[in-house]
């Protein structure tokens, strides 16, 4: 199956499965599940903005970083400038955090509500150039529902 379709399957599958009567750690828990289980990666993730600074959410993966400041890494770089960070290799990203030294790409997609970064999806993989634009439509298409 190629990679749109995977996505379109993911994106049917994440509507029905988010309940608007829950929280957002519970949709989020799912819904990091759902993309693990969909798109495996190395690591899939929600850092929360709780109190001006990124602090880990639901995950699915290693051992994480438990908190990052703004404008701090691809993650705090995400939340500060309001857009989709694609990074194919991470080693090269100036003040990239290594949370984990078997990440080599990532993309970092902000989560709004009412025009603000409630959250980031973080995912990481272990080889490079791993994302591209199909990604970012299809994730910024997938947060828009939380």
Same mark, same amino acid.
């Given at each position: 199956?190629?990679?749109?379709?995977?996505?379109?399957?993911?994106?049917?599958?994440?509507?029905?499965?988010?309940?608007?009567?829950?929280?957002?750690?519970?949709?989020?828990?799912?819904?990091?599940?759902?993309?693990?289980?969909?798109?495996?990666?190395?690591?899939?993730?929600?850092?929360?903005?709780?109190?001006?600074?990124?602090?880990?959410?639901? $995950?699915? *993966?290693? /051992? %994480? #970083?438990?908190?990052?400041?703004?404008?701090?890494? =691809?993650?705090?770089?995400?939340?500060?400038?309001?857009?989709?960070?694609?990074?194919?290799?991470?080693?090269? $990203?100036? *003040?990239? /955090? %290594? #949370?984990?030294?078997?990440?080599?790409?990532?993309? =970092?997609?902000?989560?709004?509500?009412?025009?603000?970064?409630?959250?980031?999806?973080?995912?990481?993989?272990?080889?490079?150039?791993?994302?591209?634009?199909?990604?970012?439509?299809?994730?910024?298409?997938?947060?828009?529902?939380?």
């Amino acid at each position: 199956m190629n990679k749109e379709l995977k996505y379109q399957e993911l994106l049917s599958l994440a509507k029905a499965l988010i309940d608007t009567n829950v929280d957002d750690i519970a949709n989020m828990a799912n819904i990091s599940r759902l993309i693990m289980d969909s798109i495996p990666n190395h690591w899939v993730g929600f850092y929360r903005v709780v109190h001006n600074s990124l602090v880990l959410g639901p $995950f699915n *993966g290693p /051992i %994480a #970083c438990t908190v990052i400041e703004y404008g701090d890494g =691809v993650c705090g770089t995400a939340w500060a400038s309001k857009q989709t960070q694609v990074v194919a290799d991470v080693h090269q $990203f100036p *003040g990239h /955090i %290594a #949370c984990s030294s078997a990440t080599n790409s990532e993309i =970092v997609v902000p989560c709004f509500r009412d025009g603000e970064v409630f959250a980031v999806l973080d995912i990481d993989s272990d080889s490079f150039n791993s994302f591209d634009k199909i990604d970012s439509k299809y994730l910024e298409e997938l947060v828009s529902y939380l």
